[in-house]
């Protein structure tokens, strides 16, 4: 009996996506203070929910 090697490829590599994303947000919210990045993420959250979804 033989086993299948066949392995899928990836198009899209969520974790490495998702670890630059978090990479890139610290690096942005670094020196700020804990109420700059409350408000930081808050405005970002906002515009984000205004955008249409495609």
């Known amino acids: 009996m033989k086993t ?3 392995k899928n490829t990836k ?3 969520a974790v ?12 942005e919210i ?3 203070s804990f109420a700059e990045q409350k408000a930081y993420l808050r405005k970002l959250l906002a515009k ?4 249409p979804q495609t």
């Open 16 to 27: 490495k996506s998702m670890r630059e994303i978090r990479d890139q947000l610290s690096r």
């Open 48 to 51: 984000k929910a205004a955008k």
């Open 11 to 13: 198009t899209y590599d």
């Open 30 to 32: 670094m020196n700020m």
């Open 4 to 6: 299948k090697t066949d």
